[in-house]
């Protein structure tokens, strides 16, 4: 794991460039203390460094930037290759002789003897790289199937820059903070930007799954062309299933086998471990494939409504792992938040940022590399908004869209607070939190035509308050993939989307960024290639069965560990920032907002902040989600714009 950046340009002084280049991995020191190195090639206008966080193969015969053997490619890269003792074999045999036990050296080995794009369909891991070609004078940017690794880039005035991170960007001469607004606005609604985008105007996160490539022309370097080596939906569509428990057991191999690779490492390994179904079988795999006894780590809160830590000790117990717990005070939290804009240089307003951070730093002490469960939710159907488009597509069959709008703004003239008296009739038992906002929320998207607005509708925060923009900026499916897609089950359509959207640019972009500031490696087995494959090719009745969300992930994990260990109500990665906006965060967050509101104007309702913070003050609503988008950009600004 590592950090790297660099352009390409016929128009900058050699000594400015070095000086730039430093100045780049000094941004990314956290993404690789162990070593950097600056490769800097004037004649053919490209530089590159690289920040190395050391995890195979620690000597300096790993270092990056690499250029292979012959001379002609040099590639700057971050992530791992899991499978790199497999494709180091095939190469050997063609009598090629390498360096280094590293697996930089096999993947640029490997692309200079059979290119760029069989190189990409052969390799297994989580990657993001430039790659430059002395011979055609061309550069390469390469980002892994699932977006596990970040990838920014630059084209402006006929030059290019890139890195992992926008910090080392912005140490470009001339760099333009001019703010992207569709991207502003995508962010306060959504909580993320996705790919395609970015906070800033002139510069781009590239797509997961894509290669870019730049070429020099009389204009100077452009972008020549842009193309997909892999999309996440199922080829050949589903599979019929003939046989339930051969499906459970084919999981089971094909998820041991990514564990087992992504054990592959020179430094101490362990595991986040919250107590769930995802986080708990990977563990349990890791247990199973290993000869040492596994460390494994969690957060717990002193609020019992919030604290999975208690269901993580009893997996790690019946496991049998050194686990370790942080338990979370308001001191803690405090000290996280300003650092926050240095972790996510682009905003980014995912609460569970800050336990993720700290379970990272608690991690760091003893590993240098943690396995996590992300990803299980998206891949075989973990989230209720799965169950929610199921039982609406139904309704939707049989009820126009017209009659549907009309019903739906009919009951929208009941306000929020008039459902929260309706909802009282409820058993507590039975009662949905904030069951106002949320009926809200699910009566403007019983009006969407389709289930991508439908999403979209979901997703958006501020929905439940009005605003509901026609365009997310979201990642759609290729239009050459469209009738694939519309053949899948609402909840597949779900589960694609989330793939290609809320999963890359929010889950993984927050774990990348919270665990790279600790210097931490985190690996995510579930996007083994082959698993993802798998589970996307499932078909729906083995995700979602009686109701129930990963069922097949069940099954499997009730090999391992007894049922009643897991068998309860999701969670999710959650903290009480609701309450510590009337505590301890209350001055901060309205010190912020009275400073910053005028910023939004043209994006948001500006007056609606004022209405939203005095509701979640008098207790009326629960506008954590809503109000910490909205500070996290503020916090974003301080740091970036002022």
């Known amino acids: 794991m590592c950090g790297f ?21 000094r941004s990314l020191y956290h993404r690789g203390p162990d070593h950097v190195e600056v490769f800097h090639e004037p004649e053919y206008g490209i530089g590159m460094v690289h920040t190395r966080l050391s995890i ?16 002609r490619y040099v590639v700057s890269y971050n992530g791992e290759i899991y499978n790199y003792k497999e494709l180091k074999a095939e190469l050997t045999a063609l009598h090629i002789v390498f360096n280094s036990g590293s697996d930089t050296e096999v993947l640029v080995e490997y692309i200079a003897q059979f290119g760029l794009s069989e190189t990409l369909s052969k390799i297994r891991g989580m990657f993001a790289f430039s790659l430059f070609d002395f011979n055609t004078s061309s550069l390469s940017l390469v980002r892994d199937r699932a977006g ?13 820059v890139f890195g992992s991170e926008l910090k080392p960007l912005m140490k470009w001469t001339g760099f333009d903070k001019t703010l992207d607004k569709k991207a502003l606005t995508q962010f306060i609604l959504h909580g993320f930007i996705s790919s395609g985008h970015s906070i800033f105007k002139d510069v781009t996160k590239q797509r997961p799954g894509t290669i870019i490539e730049f070429k020099l022309s009389s204009q100077g370097w452009t972008k020549a062309q842009e193309s997909t080596y892999w999309n996440c939906l199922p080829v050949g569509g589903k599979f019929t ?19 087992q690779e992504q054990l592959v490492a020179d430094v101490p390994v362990g595991a986040f471990l919250s107590g769930g179904i995802d986080s708990s079988l990977i563990v349990s795999m890791m247990n199973r494939a290993s000869s040492s006894k596994i460390n494994t780590f969690s957060i717990g809160f002193e609020d019992k409504e919030y604290n999975e830590a208690e269901h993580a000790k009893a997996v790690a117990d019946h496991i049998g792992t050194s686990h370790e717990t942080l338990y979370v005070d308001d001191k803690s939290i405090m000290e996280v938040i300003p650092q926050l804009p240095k972790i996510y240089d682009e905003p980014m307003a995912d609460m569970s940022q800050l336990p993720t951070y700290l379970v990272s730093q608690l991690a760091r002490k003893q590993v240098t590399v943690a396995l996590t469960g992300d990803a299980g939710d998206e891949i075989f159907g973990g989230y209720n908004r799965y169950l929610w488009t199921e039982k609406m597509t139904k309704v939707n069959n049989y009820v126009p869209v017209p009659v549907r709008t009309f019903i739906s703004r009919l009951l929208l003239t009941l306000s929020p607070a008039a459902y929260d008296i309706v909802g009282r009739l409820i058993p507590q038992k039975y009662r949905p939190s904030e069951i106002g906002l949320k009926s809200h929320k699910a009566l403007r998207s019983f009006s969407a035509h389709d289930n991508v607005t439908m999403y979209e509708l979901i997703l958006n925060q501020f929905s439940a308050l009005g ?95 007894p049922k009643e260990l897991f068998d309860r109500p999701k969670m999710g990665f959650a903290v009480p920032m609701g309450k510590w906006l009337r505590g301890p965060l209350k001055d901060w967050s309205f010190a912020m907002l009275e400073k910053h509101k005028y910023r939004l104007e043209g994006v948001i309702d500006v007056k609606m902040l004022d209405d939203i913070w005095s509701q979640h003050q008098k207790g009326k609503h629960n506008f954590q989600t809503q109000i910490w988008s909205v500070l996290t950009f503020f916090n974003w600004c301080e740091e970036y714009l002022d």
């Not at 920014?152 to 005035?157: F, M």
């Not at 299933?241 to 564990?259: G, H």
């Not at 499916?477 to 290609?500: C, E, G, H, T, Y």
């Not at 640019?505 to 210097?519: F, P």
Request: charged share 25%; with cysteine.
């Open 5 to 25: 950046a660099g352009f390409v340009t016929n128009r900058l002084d050699v000594n400015l460039g070095l000086r730039i280049l430093n100045d780049m991995g």
């Open 56 to 71: 195979l193969d620690l000597s300096n015969a790993g270092s990056q930037p690499m250029l292979s053997h012959n001379g």
């Open 148 to 160: 596990e690794k970040p990838l920014y880039y630059s084209c402006k005035d006929g030059q290019i």
């Open 241 to 259: 299933v003939k046989n339930r428990q051969k499906c459970i057991d084919d999981l089971d191999d094909l998820l041991s086998s990514a564990v």
């Open 467 to 561: 605003m509901t923009e026609s365009s997310s900026g979201f990642s759609r499916v290729p239009a050459d993939q469209v009738n694939a897609f519309k053949i899948l089950s609402p909840s597949d359509q779900f589960m694609i989307l989330d793939f290609m959207n809320y999963m890359t640019d929010g889950v993984l972009c927050k774990v990348d960024r919270a665990a790279m500031a600790n210097s931490l490696e985190t690996r995510v087995p579930f996007l083994d290639k082959r698993v993802i494959e798998f589970g996307m090719s499932l078909p729906s009745e083995l995700k979602i069965y009686n109701g129930q969300s990963k069922w097949i992930l069940r099954k499997v994990l009730e090999k391992y560990i």
